[in-house]
């Protein structure tokens, strides 16, 4: 079962990164955290890769009624937005907000999902260069 939603731009790393937070924002998530996977493992064990960061995006009025339907949901948040370099293209991938519903079996996540997906969805969609 596909757990992501991907889509690729004919952009740079840094472009592509500034394109998905103000698409993000367009859809009323906010950034909680930013993990920088290159620099910590550079850091950490001398080891290089290609551009890599996590972006923990989180639209508050979602995560209150996820947290309302199940407190432990909390361990699905916040949806996390990977951008990564792939050759010369920068790929951008979200989890696919139904994989909570899947994952708990909760019918009462169901809407919370759908509207999460339809917005990430939008996000995805407004990014420049999809190809």
């Known amino acids: 079962m596909p757990y992501d939603r991907t889509v690729t731009l004919d952009a740079d790393f840094a472009t592509a990164v500034a394109a998905v937070r103000a698409a993000l924002a ?9 993990i920088d996977v290159r620099a910590t493992l550079k850091a950490k ?3 290089d890769m290609e551009d890599y960061l996590i972006l923990g995006a989180c639209n508050p009025p979602l995560a209150r ?10 361990l699905l948040l916040p949806c996390n937005v990977v ?3 792939d050759g010369d293209r920068t790929v951008v991938q979200a989890l696919d907000p139904g994989t909570m519903v899947t994952l708990t079996g909760l019918p009462a996540l169901e809407p919370v999902a759908s509207e999460a997906t339809r ?10 260069g999809i190809g």
């Open 83 to 85: 951008v990564r370099r």
């Open 119 to 128: 917005r990430l969805d939008a996000a995805l969609a407004a990014l420049p």
């Open 45 to 47: 064990l001398d080891h």
């Open 26 to 34: 367009e859809e009323g998530f906010g950034i909680l955290s930013e």
């Open 65 to 74: 009624q996820a947290l309302a339907a199940d407190r432990s949901i909390g």
